[in-house]
């Protein structure tokens, strides 16, 4: 059964435009029933192609309609706003229509990307809340006026959003995140933690077993022996940690977090960059936390130490050792299936082993 929302294109006139409707609203925005909804940003353009086309009869037909749910405006990275794209360049659709520029794009130069596709295309471009001509210089202006200021609140926003996070953290609090072991998040007040007496004793139970073993692999085989396990976590991306296993990546997460001794580190992810060249609220820092500590903070001296050894013994080894070479590498093919073979190298108790295994790539079988 023919769908009636999509017109049939052969039964279309010359000049009648095929018309793809976009429509987005951010994360932000999805629950909040006001102008912007994406029931009500499809019922404006709806209202809008129907004026039209009552005002000039076969103005212009609905082919379809793409929602981007839940994705900022801030880039392209939209499976729906790349569809569109896609319709665009195919020749399905050949005009765009939201409901204003701010659900289109925040970004300067995405807008003039996807300004200069319409003009190679010969489409046309649609704004019911602006109402302006493209077409004309005057109108052009007003456009990328427009895209300013959209940006500009975009940035605005961001800005006020990462100084308010900036100041939480300072004063001990969250700024969201699952609880880590040996705490919970406190239903009262989501912001900070309760100890979790269970999970404080397992976590005092892995520093001490980490002074003691030295090294992440021979700590993972003791604390699993311990049946102490990574906190349980549904949206864990890592399947061994979701699994209940430990990797050297959690592990080294918990002896490094300083939640541990009630200390909230502020914009972590800068901590190496250089502090002068950042804006106050994006300076690397540390404040006393708003949840009691569970780690002496001798214990979790200790243990850094051991960890910075570590790594630094590991980045000597890497800088001093000789580099193997497998010249037959990729050359040499498996007798039986026809794969390129490539090196390895095993560590044995008196030598290093060398030898040729399969490639991991899946086409590289040599076609005869």
């Not at 229509?97 to 701010?102: A, D, P, R």
């Not at 961001?158 to 998040?185: M, T, W």
């Not at 992810?269 to 300076?283: C, E, G, H, I």
Request: net charge positive; proline share 3%.
């Amino acid at each position: 059964m023919k769908n009636k929302s999509q017109p049939d294109v052969n039964s279309l006139s010359q000049t009648a435009l095929l018309i793809g409707c976009y429509s987005r609203v951010s994360t932000d925005e999805q629950a909040s029933v006001v102008e912007g909804s994406l029931d009500n940003q499809r019922h404006r353009m709806q209202s809008f192609l129907e004026i039209k086309n009552m005002q000039e009869p076969g103005w212009g037909h609905l082919v379809e309609h793409f929602i981007d749910d839940g994705y900022s405006a801030k880039d392209t990275n939209r499976p729906a706003y790349e569809r569109m794209m896609k319709a665009l360049k195919s020749g399905k659709i050949n005009a765009i229509m939201v409901t204003e520029l701010s659900r289109l794009s925040r970004n300067i130069p995405d807008f003039c990307d996807f300004h200069k596709m319409l003009e190679n295309q010969g489409a046309k471009f649609f704004s019911i809340k602006e109402q302006f001509d493209s077409s004309t210089p005057a109108g052009k202006m007003m456009l990328y006026n427009m895209i300013n200021l959209a940006q500009f609140e975009r940035e605005q926003t961001s800005e006020r959003v990462a100084i308010n996070c900036h100041s939480r953290a300072q004063r001990g609090f969250l700024n969201g995140g699952p609880a880590i072991l040996g705490y919970d998040k406190d239903p009262a007040k989501k912001a900070t933690f309760l100890v979790n007496e269970k999970e404080a004793i397992q976590v005092r139970r892995i520093f001490e077993l980490f002074i003691e073993q030295r090294t992440l692999s021979r700590t993972i085989d003791a604390i699993t022996a311990e049946g102490i396990k990574p906190k349980a976590r549904d949206n864990a991306r890592n399947r061994l940690v979701k699994a209940g296993r430990w990797t050297t990546d959690s592990l080294s997460f918990v002896l490094k977090n300083r939640a541990y001794i009630a200390a909230r580190e502020v914009n972590k992810a800068n901590k190496k960059k250089d502090q002068y060249k950042l804006k106050a609220w994006q300076r690397y820092g540390v404040s006393p936390a708003s949840w009691p500590a569970i780690v002496e903070e001798v214990t979790f001296n200790i243990a850094t130490v051991i960890l910075e050894e570590n790594t630094s013994r590991e980045r000597m080894r890497l800088d001093t050792s000789a580099t193997r070479v497998f010249a037959a590498s990729g050359l040499c093919l498996c007798e039986e299936c026809g794969r390129k073979l490539v090196g390895q190298s095993a560590h044995g108790r008196k030598q290093v082993h060398r030898y040729y295994v399969h490639s991991s790539n899946a086409n590289s079988r040599i076609k005869k």
